[in-house]
């Protein structure tokens, strides 16, 4: 079982930058694919980046592309989200969550943490 909890969220201006921190607790921390997930009420939950375990593979989506970056530290079982440039469309609750490489779901989800990016 694999316990995350995220932290780093807030108010912030447009033009500002936010840098969230995601801590895994138990499992295998640096097999695991790690992604960062938004919603919105009322909207599905958008994709916004993961990062393999070794660090190697990076995505991101099409909304954030320059201007979030993912990275992780396996030695501290620690994941970030460093976001620049935010604007009011990027409020939202953001979520890390974990999948083992060979699958495609991801099985873990931490409670998320609201980001507001004010006009």
């Known amino acids: 079982q694999v316990q995350l909890v995220e932290s780093g969220g807030g108010l912030v201006q447009a033009g500002g930058s936010l840098r969230l921190s995601c801590a895994a607790s138990?499992?295998?921390?640096?097999?695991?694919?790690m992604g960062w997930f938004r919603q919105v009420p009322g909207k599905e939950r958008e994709f916004v980046a993961d990062i393999r375990g070794s660090g190697g593979r990076i995505r991101y989506g099409d909304s954030v592309k320059g201007r979030f970056t993912i990275s992780r530290d396996n030695a501290k079982n620690m994941v970030y989200l460093q976001m620049n440039s935010l604007k009011p469309e990027d409020t939202a609750v953001y979520s890390c969550?974990?999948?083992?490489?060979?699958?495609?779901?991801?099985?873990?989800w931490g409670q998320g943490t609201q980001v507001t990016v004010s006009s």
């Open positions: 138990g499992g295998s921390f640096s097999s695991y694919v």
């Open positions: 969550a974990a999948r083992s490489p060979e699958l495609y779901v991801y099985k873990y």
